[in-house]
């Protein structure tokens, strides 16, 4: 069935980089935008950018510019979200999330759990 | 703190119904016909109930329904059943600093 399968779990520390990755299955790669979201603990989800997979163009919020980079690998059908200069408040549960440019996510990830710790 | 407010708790009994709210600005909700919401249960990723204000997803029951008024949306859940019970959040598209804006998600118990 279509699905978006991620990575492990990772724990980092400040000032290091994350990668967590997204590899999609059963579904036409190029027709839908990955969208990435990250919720913290005891908060709601937070948009960080998406992609389009026919191109790799990027659109990132504005709070992650300079920090974030998406991107995707059309050979394995995965994308990547990469996330440098991480704060202990970067401690969150990142998802990837299927859809149109706006409107409804159809299918997520089952989400990864990055933990920034000194 | 959530862009979008919703309430933090909902509850009804088997066979009631339920609305919750998720009220935004004109920023978001107020002006644009993208909104979202999705049911969480525990430990599950999120699933896409209600899509553009009111367009319910192939295989989404009919007791789901969603509206808008002013800078507020409505989640509406009759004929409540045991397995409801979950987290629900509501989406946006903005034209703020960021694309999408969220809810911080409202717990529906089932008595």
């Known amino acids: 069935q279509v699905q978006l399968v991620q990575s492990g779990a990772e724990v980092k520390t400040p000032g290091a980089s994350v990668k967590v990755s997204c590899k999609a299955s059963?579904?036409?790669?190029?027709?839908?935008?990955i969208h990435w979201v990250r919720q913290a603990p005891g908060q709601g989800f937070e948009w960080m950018g998406l992609?389009?997979?026919?191109?790799?163009?990027?659109s990132y919020a504005e709070m992650f510019q300079g920090r974030v980079a998406m991107t995707r690998d059309t050979s394995t059908t995965t994308f990547y979200m990469d996330l440098s200069s991480l704060r202990p408040d970067d401690t969150a549960v990142y998802s990837c999330?299927?859809?149109?440019?706006?409107?409804?996510?159809?299918?997520w990830g089952q989400g990864t759990t990055v933990t920034v710790s000194s | 703190q959530s862009a979008l407010t919703q309430p933090a708790s909902v509850s009804g009994s088997p066979g009631e119904s339920i609305t919750i709210s998720c009220t935004g600005t004109?920023?978001?909700?107020?002006?644009?016909?993208?909104v979202s919401w999705y049911q969480q249960h525990p430990g599950r990723a999120p699933k896409l109930l209600i899509s553009?204000?009111?367009k319910r997803p192939s295989g989404i029951s009919n007791r789901f329904s969603g509206s808008k008024s002013g800078n507020t949306a409505s989640l509406t859940i009759s004929g409540l059943q045991a397995e409801d019970e979950a987290d629900y959040f509501c989406?946006?598209?903005?034209?703020?600093?960021?694309?999408?804006?969220f809810g911080g998600g409202t717990k529906l118990t089932v008595l």
């Open positions: 999330a299927r859809g149109k440019i706006v409107g409804g996510m159809d299918v």
């Open positions: 059963a579904y036409s790669f190029s027709n839908e935008y």
């Open positions: 992609v389009n997979p026919s191109n790799g163009a990027t």
């Open positions: 004109s920023s978001d909700i107020g002006n644009y016909k993208y």
């Open positions: 553009d204000v009111t």
């Open positions: 989406s946006s598209y903005t034209t703020t600093t960021t694309f999408l804006v």
